[in-house]
């Protein structure tokens, strides 16, 4: 049976997990794309069904077989790919971490808090630790982490909580009146804090920390996005691990 009303029921279940307040009340985010939704699964998330559009002809197997119409209705991408999965939503303890980590303080778009993601899990960042950062199982961060939403940590909670967690961890900070990484040494373990694309990191996260590191840049230059300058900063000081 293929579902072609915008109206059905099951539709519109599907298309309010673009909304934050839908994917908390229901535990479950929307993953697009045939790559995507298979490495969902190897990933060992659950995965609640999977959508196919009518004029799917891969090889996974549909709970759910939609009209284009009700289909591309559910997608914000302008072309969508014609298979999206609904998993449940992972959860994960506020704990500390075990080795390096990554803090991010107020990252508010949500293809920077993807972005970011995807180059901690291809650095070895495998634990994320978010205060107040756009939703990065929103559907837009879901993409721009190119799965590496499925295999990190992602650990949410109030700046005290959060810094609480990281107690005894030092903070690297980053900062334009810190030190140049590039002669910076590291110590063996450490949470590195990417701020605010506008504002920076908060007052109480940059007193916490104990080192502030900065990318040099030419004079014409004010700054970088904030998941490239996070980029540099994390494969710098995990430059030993790559060898």
């Known amino acids: 049976m293929i579902i072609v009303s915008k109206s059905n029921p099951c539709v519109k279940e599907l298309r309010a997990l673009r909304e934050k307040k839908f994917r908390r009340e229901r535990g479950m985010f929307l993953v697009e794309g045939e790559k ?3 490495e969902c ?6 995965v ?6 009518e004029d799917y002809e891969g090889e996974l197997k549909a709970d759910l077989i939609l009209g284009r119409d009700a289909f591309d209705g559910i997608s914000e991408e302008k072309t969508p790919q014609p298979i999206m ?15 390096s980590c990554l803090l991010l303080d107020g990252v508010s778009d949500p293809a920077n808090v993807g972005a970011i993601i995807r180059t901690a899990n291809a650095a070895g960042f495998h634990e994320l630790y978010l205060i107040g950062c756009a939703d990065p199982f929103s559907p837009k961060s879901v993409r721009a982490s190119m799965s590496g939403v499925f295999f990190v940590s992602l ?3 109030t700046r005290e909580e959060v810094l609480s967690a990281l107690s005894g961890v030092p903070l690297i900070a980053a900062d334009m009146d810190g030190e140049n990484i590039f002669s910076f040494t590291p110590p063996e373990k450490f949470a590195l804090c990417i701020g605010n694309e506008g504002n920076g990191l908060s007052k109480q996260v940059r007193e916490a920390a104990a080192y502030t590191v900065r990318i040099p840049m030419g004079e014409h230059t004010e700054s970088l996005n904030a998941a490239v300058s996070a980029g540099i900063l994390m494969y710098e000081l995990k430059r030993n691990t790559f060898i």
């Open 36 to 38: 995507m939704v298979r």
């Open 155 to 157: 650990m949410q909670g």
């Open 85 to 99: 999965a609904e998993a449940v939503l992972p959860a994960f303890a506020l704990t500390p971490p075990r080795e």
């Open 48 to 53: 609640n069904r999977i959508v196919a559009r």
């Open 41 to 46: 699964i190897a990933s060992g998330i659950t």
